[in-house]
């Protein structure tokens, strides 16, 4: 274990801090999401935020009549269920702990929220649109795509925003929590 001591040593305290903070924050957050589950409020985030975007993107795209139904898109070529954990909520967390563990003023914290979270939507649009074509087009790609390129793509993305979002910040809010 001699090189995990190394390590350990060579982190400063605000690493350290950073680090136990997300953490706090993560788990907080995931225990708020677990248990919204199957509420009536996760149904339409999920079908509001979700859904009802991505099935107007691909009727956009392709001209492919897509109807909401419950957690599903449906249309004449594909039903795609979207279930928990496929719906963007994961990731936002992920987002909302880094930037509320930063080193920041709340102000500058709050810029990182709402950009963020728009960036989440964004991404989660592009996969649920992604994910739909790969099976309308291409069933073998499904797997590939929805396992493991578009959510690394996803965790990818934003930790670029976050890296920009910390190094964008204003002088003046570095440093203050």
């Avoid at 982190?11 to 993560?26: G, I, N, S, T």
């Avoid at 339409?44 to 897509?66: H, M, N, T």
């Avoid at 070529?77 to 987002?95: F, H, M, P, T």
């Avoid at 989440?120 to 649109?129: D, E, K, P, Q, W």
Wanted: aromatic share 12%; charged share 15%.
């Amino acid at each position: 274990m001699p090189g995990v001591c190394r390590v350990m040593a060579s982190m400063d305290k605000v690493d350290f801090r950073f680090a136990a903070k997300f953490a706090a924050l993560f788990g907080l957050l995931l225990l708020l999401l677990f248990a919204a589950r199957d509420t009536q409020a996760d149904r339409f985030l999920l079908e509001v935020l979700a859904l009802r975007p991505s099935a107007w993107v691909i009727a956009f795209v392709a001209g492919d009549l897509v109807q909401v139904s419950g957690t599903s898109l449906i249309s004449s070529y594909v039903r795609l269920n979207v279930l928990a954990g496929c719906d963007g909520r994961d990731a936002l967390l992920l987002l909302l702990a880094a930037v509320g563990a930063a080193q920041a003023s709340w102000r500058w914290k709050l810029v990182g929220v709402v950009l963020g979270a728009l960036l989440v939507c964004a991404l989660n649009y592009s996969r649920i649109t992604a994910l739909y074509f790969a099976l309308r087009l291409n069933r073998h790609t499904f797997d590939l795509l929805h396992g493991y390129l578009l959510p690394a793509l996803i965790v990818f993305s934003l930790a670029l925003f976050f890296m920009w979002w910390l190094r964008a910040q204003p002088k003046s809010a570095a440093g203050l929590v």
